[in-house]
């Protein structure tokens, strides 16, 4: 490879996780105009240069907005490969006490962070216009992981509106705060009905 060129190699996940209708026709990935992909599984490399400094701000701007859709499109296909692969119950080999473990061992997720991505994956199996935005890449994993605390089928519209235009920050609070009165309710009729018990 020539001094003068800096050759990038694309992330395997620009590869072997993104959907197939991501890369265009001829092979490449639709983001750079010069990008060879190696159906073989070998490797894909693109000419650009994001160190570039002739390159706008507007540029990064855009390649870095367009490749966060492409990672929540991603992160989207991948929940729904776990989620299918526990109710299948493929962890059971007798090594990983749950599919949290066969996670940490697995793919190198830490067990309580693979427990909640595991409790995301199937939430969205019941949020299909939730799930469908990821899957086009319009929600990011934290406002995911923050809605599907408190979604249901009867306010999934309401909640996929607020996801769409508000911040994850902005997202994640609002929900918080929605589940704190709930399980204070929860925690004060169980102490109810706990004294009046004889």
């Known amino acids: 490879m020539g001094a003068n060129r800096a050759t990038v190699i694309c992330a395997a996940l620009h590869f072997s996780m993104f959907a197939p209708d991501m890369h265009l026709a001829d092979g490449s990935c639709g983001t750079h105009s010069a990008c060879t992909l190696a159906v073989s599984g070998v490797h894909m490399e693109c000419s650009a240069n994001p160190s570039n400094p002739r390159r706008s701000l507007d540029d990064l701007e855009a390649e870095i907005t367009e490749l966060a859709g492409h990672l929540n499109a991603a992160h989207h296909r991948w929940l729904t490969l776990i989620a299918e692969f526990d109710r299948r119950n493929?962890?059971?080999?007798?090594?990983?006490?749950?599919?949290?473990?066969?996670?940490?061992?697995?793919?190198?997720?830490d067990v309580g962070a693979a427990r909640e991505r595991?409790?995301?994956?199937?939430?969205?199996?019941k949020l299909p216009k939730i799930s469908a935005a990821m899957a086009r890449g319009e929600l990011s994993y934290s406002k995911v992981r923050a809605v599907t605390r408190i979604a249901n089928e009867?306010?999934?519209?309401?909640?996929?509106?607020?996801?769409?235009?508000?911040?994850?920050?902005?997202?994640?609070?609002?929900?918080?705060?929605?589940?704190?009165?709930?399980?204070?309710?929860?925690?004060?009729?169980k102490r109810a009905s706990t004294q009046d018990e004889p």
Not at 90 to 109: E, T
Not at 118 to 125: F, M, S, T, Y
Request: with cysteine; proline share 3%; hydrophobic share 40%.
């Open 154 to 189: 009867a306010i999934e519209d309401t909640l996929l509106m607020y996801a769409l235009h508000g911040t994850a920050q902005h997202v994640d609070g609002w929900c918080e705060g929605t589940v704190a009165p709930r399980k204070h309710r929860n925690s004060r009729a």
């Open 118 to 125: 595991l409790r995301v994956a199937h939430a969205l199996e």
């Open 90 to 109: 493929g962890w059971s080999d007798g090594a990983c006490p749950s599919c949290a473990h066969w996670l940490n061992f697995k793919c190198g997720i």
